[in-house]
């Protein structure tokens, strides 16, 4: 029945008013971290219904590396033909020119800010096999008997798991290791290999693990307890608010796409969203769709990355 209505929906939105862009091309979708981890989920969800209203195949296209900027400044140097897009993420478009001094990109002058897609709840899992504790109040107590002793694994230096670690451990006063990998996908084979036992990413990477009992999720960054995982409790409902912001990934474009691309590709992924399957393939892996206007995502991107200047100094967070 999903399948049914997905494929009417679509057909009956096939051709959203003013969308005209090189007919027969395929349009690029970058995605600037590995295959299997959140932002490539989210792509992946959307690029077939977007290649169904746009008429015209989307290609998704991994270049990962960096904690995104390998993948964002390869999209920055793209020619601003309407045939190229790319899904920024609040570590890309916030936490990466927190952090670093130097990127290979500018989140604000090299992108044209298209729409937000969806937010991202983070979680806290572990590998209960090599970590001894059933929650998150034996965690903390665990690190505090150890500290230094226990490894994280994030997607990498500069990533929004990098800083959701550095902010467990500010928060709640314990000691751990950062190991950072090349994208979601590998960090989360060391952590179910059990070479490290603890993770922070979004909720959409670790869900099938935790489902299958391979991982055990102990919070999440969201509102209120989420549908896929209603026994985990919230870092806010534990008393640890600052940890409770989730992440959200968008769609940026060169600079210099025309703003009617721009607008044009915002209503595409706008009628996409409101479709009640893509919504609900996104929801069962733990991400939410959203959707915003260009001028919208324009001023989140800008206030999200003074936001995560202000986080990287409380968790005194500084790469070269």
Not at 36 to 45: E, F, M, N
Request: hydrophobic share 40%.
């Amino acid at each position: 029945m999903l399948r049914r209505h997905f494929i009417s929906t679509l057909a009956a939105a096939s051709v959203v008013p003013g969308i005209s862009f090189a007919q027969g091309k395929p349009i690029r979708l970058v995605v600037p971290f590995p295959p299997g981890g959140a932002t490539d989920i989210t792509a992946r969800v959307l690029g077939e219904p977007l290649g169904k209203i746009l008429q015209q195949p989307v290609v998704i296209d991994n270049r990962a590396g960096a904690g995104g900027s390998i993948g964002m400044a390869e999209l920055a140097r793209a020619t601003p033909d309407g045939l190229t897009f790319g899904v920024a993420t609040l570590s890309t478009h916030g936490v990466n020119p927190a952090v670093y001094q130097k990127l290979p990109y500018d989140p604000i002058k090299g992108f044209v800010a298209v729409t937000e897609l969806v937010k991202a709840p983070g979680v806290i899992v572990i590998n209960p096999s090599v970590l001894p504790v059933g929650s998150f109040a034996e965690l903390v107590k665990y690190l505090k008997a150890n500290p230094g002793k226990v490894s994280y694994a994030t997607p990498g230096n500069g990533t929004i798991g990098h800083m959701w670690g550095e902010l467990f451990k500010s928060s709640t006063g314990t000691s751990m290791v950062h190991i950072p990998y090349r994208g979601a996908g590998p960090a989360i084979n060391d952590v179910l290999a059990g070479q490290v036992p603890v993770y922070f990413d979004q909720v959409a990477s670790s869900l099938p693990h935790v489902k299958s009992g391979k991982l055990k999720a102990l919070a999440v960054s969201w509102s209120g307890r989420l549908d896929v995982l209603p026994e985990v409790p919230t870092y806010g409902e534990l008393g640890y608010p600052v940890n409770n912001d989730p992440s959200w990934f968008g769609m940026v474009a060169p600079a210099g796409t025309p703003a009617e691309i721009a607008l044009r590709m915002q209503q595409a992924v706008a009628t996409a969203l409101k479709d009640h399957a893509v919504r609900e393939r996104l929801a069962l892996q733990g991400l939410y769709a959203s959707g915003t206007t260009p001028p919208e995502f324009t001023k989140q991107i800008a206030g999200e990355i003074e936001k995560m200047r202000k986080v990287a100094e409380f968790a005194r967070i500084r790469l070269d």
